[in-house]
């Protein structure tokens, strides 16, 4: 190629390159340009990633050039290769050959862009005889020097934009955990917003905050979390050297049709990425990334980055949860025996009971008191009346279901809440309390000494099946069951059934 003809030729180039706006379009153009000389069988630009220091070939950066054989052959022969800004104060042509391929090698000029590697400009040329190749390094330079140019351009400028998504991914995480004081939800929103964003990405978060033990995973795709997770499960055992025995599980994926079960991607087991959950210098949990292919590979510097900043507020959103709950449930809490507290109580039935008259279901009510329980205090001390109290609650929050309420309703009285139980179920689980206090030896403090004492107790049952009208006939009427109880001859199980009060016999 002559003086001239080079000339003519970078002039082209570098027309083409002043009428292109990005990366791609300026390779279509150049490309154009270098298929005229036969010498040229292909070309490809690839990007130098600098944090895993390995180069990679971007879609539409590639024409007539094997990706796979080239970048094996650049791993290859890296050490051989100069890639140093000082080694190419002179240009001059660089040559890669293929062993494989006689008919033609790889000519690479790095791009620089303030002296640091951005990527290498590769032609595939025709070298089957002794002729001149027909470009020379000076010609490539003029075409890679503003190649590396608009690749820092376009580099900054995906930098920036993937910045601006970044932030709003977080401002919309931040919007949607801050709406609920359920920590449940919110891991279950975190994990949404993330796969939302990381249409790629499974997360699974792992949180142990106080009485808070929970693992949540999910997917908006088609991925099979549920047939691998117990290896994911030991993953956190093994690497994390957490104990998840005690840990409730909840998978959250799209309900997926029989027939296309066997087209679903399975989780990649063989990478994962744990990132902690921070909270006052304090470990409360992990954010671990899954994926289905090698997307997890591919996680640039800056997603990580986000998806720390997302683990720090939500488990910050989780920890104002935990606190806030904590507080409601004190507030909820009788100081004394540690079940319900009256305020708590009402508020529940209420409701409790509009859940039942929506969905037709029953809902009963079980109202207890100590006998004889202010001779009990005269005889041996208010200390030993408070060691029957909380002993009494103690058995009812035994004896009841994790959906029943327990509650002092006020002074030596208690009361219990049983969603979806009929007038029948809680007669039964009354007289078991009944008889569990009466055979409970209760350990008592009289006058600084222990001593064994035996209580019992009378018991007023009521169902919305059998006086309906809302919560206060439904307490008023336990009330006047246990009135009966007490008054005829206490230690029993009484029932209002229509008005009619009655006594409990076991058949």
Known sequence: MSGFEKLFTANRILHALAGAFTIG???KNILRILEENPRVLGACVLSYNRHRAVFEIHEGLSHK???????????ANLKKMSLAPGAFVEPELRILADPKDRSGGYFYYPLFLNSELTGLFVLRLNFADDEAHGLDANLIEAIATPISIFFEREKLFRETKN???GFEFLHTLSNSINKTLDIESILKISVRTICKKFRDLVPVFVVSRGDVRLIMTGSQRFVDIRSNFEQVLDDIRNNLNENIDNFTVKIDVPQVKARTLNRIPAINLKSALWLSLNYNNNICGYLGIFSTGESLQKLDLTAIRFLTLASNQIISAIENARLYNEVERLASIDGMTGVYNYRYFY???????????RYKTDLSVIMIDIDHFKSFNDTY???AGDDVLREVGKILSDEARKIDIVARYGGEEFILVLPDTSVEGALELAERIRYSVESNDFAVTVKGNRMNLKVSISLGVSSMSMCPGGVDPLIKAADEALYHAKHSGRNQVCYNDKNSLKQFRRQ
Do not use: C, D, N, Y
């Open 347 to 357: 508020s529940h039935l209420v409701r409790e009971s509009q859940r039942s008259r």
């Open 25 to 27: 379009e300026a390779f």
């Open 163 to 165: 910045q601006k998504t």
């Open 381 to 383: 001390g208010h200390q």
């Open 65 to 75: 050039v094997e990706p796979k054989v080239l970048l094996e052959l650049i791993s």
